[in-house]
C-alpha cells in the first residue's frame, strides 16, 4: 500500500482516526488506557515526568493495559529546552511504544532510534518546509498543526496546510486542532486527513489530574475567550483568557523584543521565557492562583460539562 494513503487505522491498528493529543500535565496514563479501551490511540509527553524512571513505570503500565484495537505513544520535545530528551528515547526504545511524537528541534537521532525497534515516528510540523525536512529523515506521518490548534500552534488554516502538505509529500498527514465534535473531526478527513489529533475537548475529564478550576474553566468559556499568548515560550501559544492573562498582556515586552533580535542571544532569551512561561502553567494546572495561565483551544467552545474519556470519546466516534 501506497504511504501516502494510509489512514491512521492503519498506521496504528485502531479501530477509529483520532488520537487523543499529548498536553503538557494534563494526558496521563488513565487517559490513553481509556482512549485505548475505546479503540482509539492517546499519547502523553514525556516532560509529564519528573524522572525517567517514572516514565519507564508508565510505558509499563499502558503496555500492560493495551487493548487489540488501541495504542499508545509517548511526545518528546527534542529542542535545548529539553535537556532529558535521549535519556526519554533510551526508556521508550527499551520498553517499547507504539509511537513517538516529536515536537521542535531536530527529530533524527529519535528517528533513527525509533526504527531500530519498529516504533514509529510522527513529527509535529507547521508549514511545508518543516514537513519535507523531516520526510527526508525518514519519519512515518506528519502532525499537521494548524493556526485553530490548542497550545503551540501554526499559522496555516486546516483547510490550507492539509492538502498543501498531501500535495507537496509522500506520507500520511494527521491533523492537529479545531476538532471539537464529530462534524469538525469529518470536515478534517475530507481535507484529506488520515487521522486527527484531539487535545482540548479532554482537558476538562474525569481522568485528567489538574485542578477542578481548570477543568471548569474550560465549560465556563468559549472559543471567544481564547487568546494568543507569546508570553509563555516565546512562540505563539493559545491560553484562555483570564483576568491575569489580561493583565500582563500577550505580547512580548519591548526589552524581549530587543534581545531576540541578537542571534547570539535569542536562544537564550527564549529558553528562559519557556522556564518562566512553563513554571505558570505548571501552578496554574495544579492549583488556581490570582497568577493564572490556563493553555486551552478554542475547541472547548463544545466542552458543557465534566466528562469521563469514554464518554468524551462517544462524541467523536
Known sequence: MNEKTKTLQELLGIEHPMLIAPMFLVSNVKMVVAAMQKNIAGCIPALNYRTTEALRDAIRELREAKTEK???????????????????LSVCCEEGVDFIITSLGNPQLIINEAHKKGIKVFCDVVNLRHAQKVE?????????????????RGDLSPEVLIPQLIENSKLPVISAGGVGNKEQLEKMI???????????????????????????ACVAYGAEDIVV???ISGTPCTVINTPYVQKIGTRETWLERLLNRNRKIKKWVK???????????VK?????????????????????????VKTIIDRFV
Do not use: M
Open 136 to 152: 527526508a529523515l525518514g519519519c512515518d506521518a506528519l502532525i499537521a498543526v494548524n493556526n485553530i490548534a490548542g497550545g503551540h
Open 190 to 216: 475530507s481535507y484529506g486527513a488520515a487521522g486527527v489529533s484531539i487535545g482540548s475537548p479532554f482537558i476538562a475529564s474525569e481522568e485528567a489530574e489538574i485542578s477542578i478550576e481548570y477543568k471548569q
Open 284 to 308: 496554574a494546572a495544579k492549583k488556581a492562583t490570582y497568577k493564572t495561565v490556563w493553555v486551552a483551544g478554542s475547541t472547548i467552545e463544545h466542552t458543557k460539562k465534566i466528562e469521563s
Open 70 to 88: 488501541g495504542a499508545y505513544g509517548i511526545n518528546i520535545i527534542v529542542n535545548k529546552s529539553n535537556l532529558k530528551y535521549k535519556e526519554q
Open 229 to 231: 499568548t507569546r508570553k
Open 271 to 281: 529558553l528562559l521565557r519557556y522556564i518562566k512561561g512553563s513554571n505558570d502553567v
